[in-house]
Protein backbone atom coordinates (compact mmCIF):
# COMPACT_ATOMS: atom_id res chain seq x y z
CA UNK A 1 0.00 0.00 0.00
CA UNK A 2 1.01 3.39 -0.51
CA UNK A 3 0.40 5.75 2.20
CA UNK A 4 0.26 9.70 1.87
CA UNK A 5 -1.05 12.63 3.73
CA UNK A 6 -3.83 14.80 2.18
CA UNK A 7 -5.04 18.13 3.86
CA UNK A 8 -8.51 17.72 4.75
CA UNK A 9 -10.78 20.98 4.37
CA UNK A 10 -8.95 22.80 7.95
CA UNK A 11 -5.73 23.36 7.41
CA UNK A 12 -4.94 22.29 10.74
CA UNK A 13 -6.13 18.86 10.36
CA UNK A 14 -4.43 16.18 8.66
CA UNK A 15 -5.92 12.51 6.81
CA UNK A 16 -4.27 9.95 6.11
CA UNK A 17 -4.92 8.25 2.76
CA UNK A 18 -3.92 4.47 1.81
CA UNK A 19 -3.94 3.41 -1.61
CA UNK A 20 -3.81 -0.24 -2.93
CA UNK A 21 -1.39 -0.55 -6.10
CA UNK A 22 -5.00 -1.62 -8.45
CA UNK A 23 -6.69 1.49 -7.00
CA UNK A 24 -3.66 4.30 -7.76
CA UNK A 25 -3.48 2.08 -11.14
CA UNK A 26 -7.30 2.63 -11.80
CA UNK A 27 -7.44 6.25 -10.40
CA UNK A 28 -4.65 7.25 -12.41
CA UNK A 29 -6.00 6.38 -15.95
CA UNK A 30 -8.75 8.77 -14.85
CA UNK A 31 -6.00 11.80 -15.36
CA UNK A 32 -5.91 11.56 -19.09
CA UNK A 33 -9.55 11.04 -19.49
CA UNK A 34 -11.36 13.84 -20.28
CA UNK A 35 -13.79 14.46 -17.56
CA UNK A 36 -11.85 12.13 -15.21
CA UNK A 37 -14.13 9.43 -16.91
CA UNK A 38 -12.41 5.70 -14.89
CA UNK A 39 -11.87 2.98 -16.57
CA UNK A 40 -14.49 -0.26 -16.32
CA UNK A 41 -12.14 -2.72 -17.91
CA UNK A 42 -8.31 -2.64 -16.83
CA UNK A 43 -5.72 -2.76 -20.15
CA UNK A 44 -5.83 -7.03 -20.54
CA UNK A 45 -10.12 -6.31 -20.56
CA UNK A 46 -10.72 -7.76 -17.49
CA UNK A 47 -13.66 -5.95 -15.35
CA UNK A 48 -11.99 -3.73 -12.48
CA UNK A 49 -13.21 -5.35 -9.51
CA UNK A 50 -16.41 -3.98 -8.24
CA UNK A 51 -15.59 -3.66 -4.39
CA UNK A 52 -12.50 -1.94 -5.37
CA UNK A 53 -14.60 0.81 -7.03
CA UNK A 54 -16.99 0.80 -3.96
CA UNK A 55 -14.27 1.76 -1.77
CA UNK A 56 -13.16 4.12 -3.77
CA UNK A 57 -16.30 5.81 -3.97
CA UNK A 58 -16.75 5.33 -0.18
CA UNK A 59 -13.54 7.17 0.15
CA UNK A 60 -14.55 9.91 -1.54
CA UNK A 61 -11.56 8.75 -4.32
CA UNK A 62 -14.12 8.26 -7.50
CA UNK A 63 -17.94 9.55 -7.83
CA UNK A 64 -20.52 7.91 -9.91
CA UNK A 65 -21.11 9.31 -13.09
CA UNK A 66 -24.18 7.99 -14.93
CA UNK A 67 -26.30 5.08 -15.02
CA UNK A 68 -25.57 2.86 -17.93
CA UNK A 69 -29.33 1.64 -19.45
CA UNK A 70 -27.75 -1.50 -20.97
CA UNK A 71 -25.97 -2.60 -18.57
CA UNK A 72 -27.09 -1.17 -14.31
CA UNK A 73 -25.01 -2.97 -12.56
CA UNK A 74 -21.84 -0.85 -13.97
CA UNK A 75 -20.42 1.54 -11.91
CA UNK A 76 -19.27 4.34 -14.37
CA UNK A 77 -17.41 6.60 -12.50
CA UNK A 78 -15.18 9.89 -12.54
CA UNK A 79 -12.04 10.69 -10.58
CA UNK A 80 -12.82 13.46 -7.65
CA UNK A 81 -10.75 16.16 -6.51
CA UNK A 82 -9.67 14.08 -3.75
CA UNK A 83 -8.92 11.39 -5.94
CA UNK A 84 -6.10 13.46 -8.00
CA UNK A 85 -4.97 14.75 -4.63
CA UNK A 86 -4.09 11.76 -3.16
CA UNK A 87 -2.60 10.78 -6.79
CA UNK A 88 0.04 13.65 -5.93
CA UNK A 89 1.39 12.48 -3.03
Known sequence: MVEVALRAESAREQ???RLTT???RWLERGLE???GKLP???D???RYDARMIRSAIERG???PWFSNPIKPDWLVCRLTE???AALDR
Open 15 to 17: VRV
Open 22 to 24: PQR
Open 33 to 35: EPG
Open 40 to 42: LFD
Open 44 to 46: KGQ
Open 61 to 63: YAE
Open 82 to 84: RGR
